[in-house]
């Protein structure tokens, strides 16, 4: 049983088991992560060119990037089951992204990451991900 023994001092980490959706609190902290990524979005004159291609009112999106996330996080794939596959590249292909808007969307991110997510482990785990997922998304 080796295997399944763990040490003392061992955090909690992503396993099959253990989801960052779950590890992060569930449904209402991933939302919280959602609507603050959108809070600073809208406030923060660094992410001014981001905020003006997005329409308004910024309800619809919002809710929407909570369904992509929980999904994206190991929790219910919302997003799937409202609009099928999330397809993100071809979703954003109509966008000019480029790595000035990369860059305003990760401090977005990045910002709420650090205001939501308290385990810091996770949080780091999360922001190498998304900027990953962010890179993928410039397409000029």
């Known amino acids: 049983m080796i295997f399944n023994k763990k040490p003392a001092n061992s955090k909690p980490h992503p396993t099959p088991e253990q989801t960052p959706y779950q590890l992060m609190g569930g449904e209402p902290k991933v939302k919280a992560l959602a609507n603050r990524f959108y809070d600073i979005m809208e406030t923060a004159p660094e992410a001014a060119d981001l905020y003006a291609i997005h329409p308004l009112p910024l309800d619809s999106i919002r809710q929407k990037f909570f ?24 979703r954003h292909l109509p966008f000019k992204v480029d ?4 860059n305003q969307w990760m401090f977005c991110m990045e910002q709420a990451l650090d205001d939501v ?7 780091q785990g999360i922001r190498q991900s998304i900027g990953q ?3 993928h ?3 000029c």
Not at 99 to 102: F, G, I, N, P, V
Not at 117 to 123: F, G, S, W
């Open 137 to 139: 998304m410039i397409n």
């Open 117 to 123: 997510v308290e385990n810091k482990m996770l949080r």
């Open 133 to 135: 997922l962010a890179s």
């Open 99 to 102: 790595e000035k808007l990369r």
């Open 67 to 90: 369904e992509f996330l929980s999904g994206w996080l190991g929790g219910p794939a919302l997003f799937e089951q409202k609009y099928g596959h999330p397809r993100l590249r071809a």
